[in-house]
Every structure is written in structure tokens, then in C-alpha cells.
């Protein structure tokens, strides 16, 4: 039995004529779904970030995985293999969210984490009795996972390959994010020698947790960082803001290793965070929660959305100059999505506010509701102007210039936002 694994590429349209291509993180989700493939089963897997799809493989099931931005390019590559007579079965954020959507383009659906449905699916693909829905009936342990089939992809094509997850889900819930609903309101940890025992063959010296929030549980994080103490890797991860008053366990992720945390701020309004339910953010804390970082030598990646109804014309300005006021090692900019399967997706869905439902503008760098103090047009030339800002030589330098243990990681994240947010910029 051959099994073929596509990830697809939201940009493939205008990056498919390039020679080299590559990416800033593999597919971890796919390579699990590798993991779990039982042995005797042939798989390959391609991410089409870095390589074509192979139309032409002859598999017996073609298994996609996508999020909400890759869903039309999705439907494409599921149409190609159809027409072919290839069984197709999708899985991932989008087709968990659209199911009934995804099912009109694909043989079968896979609803929520692959552990649950995948080991059966297989089997009855090999029955010939394939069935159209596969549903979690409650949520999978972590423990004993198979570890990721990261043989099946090429590690120079990655900006950074060796990637792995600690955690599933968060203990949050705001409005415009789906992994709340993904996960079903849960927050579950992979045991800590587990962890260990996959960083432990890893080949390389750096790496980056994919998490939503490995921070979600201090007590488990702690014990987690020290494990990691004896290994010296340095890694990269995302957690909360709020996590960040824990002295201990800042003090800890530090020795652990810890040279980054993906944070999202979001806004510097407090009406904005209440407005999509973000309330465990306290801008009037920001500072403090910054400078304990820096204090820990550990960069700062600063997530801001612009597009709040409390959002006026001026907080472009406004967020920019907090980014260099505070020193944000490096900040990500992005307009409000509603993505589906949101809280916020269901509000401007009743107040009629989907302007698009066009899946390949869900970036992030499209307007697709209508704000409520500018035009969409006004909102995609503002996120514009502050991703040039602070793309300006002089902001690029006073980030890069940190000190001590974040100087290293402070250029390369620099130099990577440089290179992307300068071809970004170039296309518009």
C-alpha cells in the first residue's frame, strides 16, 4: 500500500517557477501522520513549499493537510489526483473547521487529531469500505507518541528543521484563534522524558518548539526546563505574556536554553483585547514583562493585529513606535482574520461582515471583514506602512544591537524578517 502526504503551499501560484525554494519551518503535523503510518505501508510526503507535487505518484491514498489559507490550493491538488482515480482524504485546521466543505473535493475527512482516526482509516482504505467522516470520540493521550518520520524531507530546505511539540492546545480562548476549538478546550502535555528522549536524537544544537503556549502550564514547563538544563540546546517557543511574572520559570526557560518566545501582545488598546477576549493581557504589564525577558537574555518575537473595532487610523503609528520604544527584538504584524470555526468568524458572520470568503486571502495580510473606523483598503495599506516602518535600516539596527546572549539570535531573526518582509513589500 502506497500513502501520499502533500502539505500545501498557499504561495505555490507565484513561487513555483523559483529553483530553490525553501521554509521556515517543515510540516510537523504531517510527519507525525507519517509516524503513525504503520510500517508496511509505503509513504511519501511532500511539502510543497520546497518542491512540486508528484501528480503522477502512484498511490493508493493521498492524504492532505492544510489550514485555512491553503484550502483552495488544497481543492486543486485533490481535483489532479481524483481525475486519476487516486482516493483522497484531508485533515488538519480547515477541513477540522469546513468539514462539509472539504468533503465535496475529497473521498473522506479526517475531524480533529490524526491519532484517533488515521490507524482505522488506513484500515479501511485496505477494506475498500472508506468512510466519509473520521471523528475523535475524546482526545488522544500524548504519551508514547511515535516520534516524526523526519527522514522523508530534506533538512537544508529549512531555515530551521528540527522542530517538535511539548504541548497541545491552550488554557485560553480568544475570539479570532482557532486552536482553542481544534483542541476542544484542552491543554495536554507530552510526558517530559518523552520530550527529552526526541530532543536526545536530535542532530542539532538549536531548536524550536511549535507549542501554542508551552508556558500554559508552569508546573510542567519547570520540570520540562530542567530536564532540558543538561542537554545546552538553545531553542525558540511561544508562550503567554502572563506566564512571563513567574520569575522561576523565566529564570529556568533561560538556563534551559530558552533564546526566544514568540509572544502575542496583539494590541496596546486594553478595549481591543477585551473586545476578543484576551483579557489575560494587562498592557499596563508590558514593560515589566519585557524587560524581565531581556533581563533573561531572551529575545522577544512581539505578535500585533491591527483591525480591532477599537482600532482607529492612528494605531499603526501607535504600535510601531511601541515596538521601538520597547525594543521588540522582532515584530509580526498581521490584520484580524475571521477565521472559521472562531468566535469571531460566528460574530461577523451574524453582523454580515465576511467581505471575502476567498480561503487564499486568510493570511493575515488581507482585509477580508469590514472594519468598523476605516475602509479595507485602509487597513492592508496601514499594516503596509508598518511592516516598511519598521523594516527601515534604522529600526533593523537598534533591534539587532542587543546585548549579551540575545545579540546572535536578535541578527538572525533580523536578517530573516528583512528577507521576507523585503520581498513582501517589493510585490505590492
Not at 485533515?91 to 477540522?96: D, K, Q
Not at 475523535?136 to 507518541?145: A, I, V, Y
Not at 526526541?198 to 508546573?219: T, Y
Request: glycine share 6%.
Amino acid at each position: 500500500m502506497r500513502v501520499y502526504l502533500v502539505y500545501p503551499d498557499p504561495r505555490w501560484g507565484e513561487r513555483k517557477h523559483l529553483k530553490e525554494r525553501t521554509s521556515l519551518f517543515p510540516p510537523l503535523g504531517l510527519l507525525q501522520v507519517a509516524g503513525l503510518t504503520p510500517p508496511d505501508v509505503e509513504v511519501k510526503l511532500t511539502d510543497e513549499a520546497v518542491e512540486d507535487v508528484d501528480v503522477d505518484y502512484e498511490a493508493d491514498l493521498v492524504g492532505i493537510s492544510f489550514n485555512t489559507a491553503s484550502a483552495i490550493r488544497a481543492f486543486e491538488i485533490a481535483r489532479e489526483f481524483k481525475k486519476r482515480g487516486v482516493k483522497v482524504v484531508m485533515g488538519g485546521a480547515h477541513p477540522t473547521m469546513m468539514p462539509e466543505e472539504c468533503v465535496q473535493y475529497a473521498d473522506s475527512v479526517v475531524i480533529g487529531e490524526a491519532e484517533c482516526s488515521w490507524p482505522q482509516l488506513l484500515k479501511d482504505v485496505r477494506m475498500g469500505k472508506l468512510e466519509k467522516f473520521y471523528r475523535c470520540n475524546g482526545f488522544p493521550s500524548l504519551e508514547n507518541l511515535p516520534f516524526p518520520r523526519r527522514d522523508l524531507l530534506n533538512p537544508k530546505k529549512y531555515a530551521v528543521f528540527w522542530t517538535l511539540q511539548t504541548t497541545r492546545g491552550c488554557p485560553y480562548n480568544c475570539d479570532f484563534c482557532s486552536v482553542t476549538r481544534f483542541f476542544g478546550r484542552t491543554y495536554r502535555t507530552r510526558p517530559v522524558r518523552d520530550v527529552i528522549k526526541e530532543i536526545e536524537e536530535m542532530d542539532s544544537k538549536f531548536i524550536v518548539f511549535v507549542d501554542d503556549n508551552i508556558l500554559g502550564d508552569p508546573r510542567y514547563a519547570k520540570e520540562l526546563f530542567k530536564e532540558l538544563i543538561p542537554l545546552r540546546k538553545l531553542w525558540l517557543a511561544q508562550g503567554s505574556l502572563n506566564a512571563t511574572k513567574d520569575e522561576e520559570l523565566i529564570k529556568l526557560a533561560a538556563r534551559a536554553g530558552c533564546r526566544g518566545l514568540f509572544i502575542g501582545f496583539e494590541s496596546i488598546s486594553e478595549e481591543c483585547l477585551r473586545e476578543v477576549g484576551k483579557r489575560h493581557n494587562i498592557v499596563e504589564e508590558y514593560r515589566r514583562a519585557i524587560r524581565r525577558l531581556h533581563a533573561f537574555g531572551i529575545s522577544i518575537i512581539g505578535a500585533f493585529i491591527f483591525g480591532f473595532d477599537n482600532d482607529d487610523k492612528d494605531v499603526f503609528k501607535r504600535t510601531v513606535e511601541f515596538v521601538y520604544r520597547e525594543r521588540i527584538d522582532l515584530p509580526q504584524f498581521s490584520i484580524l482574520t475571521p477565521l472559521p470555526g472562531t468566535t469571531l468568524y460566528e460574530r461577523f458572520e451574524r453582523e454580515g461582515r465576511i467581505l471575502s470568503r476567498d480561503w487564499s486571502k486568510y493570511t493575515g495580510n488581507h482585509c477580508v471583514f469590514y472594519p468598523k473606523n476605516m475602509s479595507p483598503e485602509e487597513l492592508e495599506a496601514g499594516l503596509r506602512w508598518a511592516y516598511k516602518e519598521a523594516n527601515s535600516f534604522l529600526h533593523l539596527v537598534r533591534r539587532s544591537l542587543c546585548f549579551s546572549k540575545r545579540l546572535p539570535v536578535s541578527i538572525l531573526l533580523n536578517y530573516y524578517f528583512h528577507k521576507v518582509v523585503g520581498e513582501w513589500l517589493n510585490k505590492r
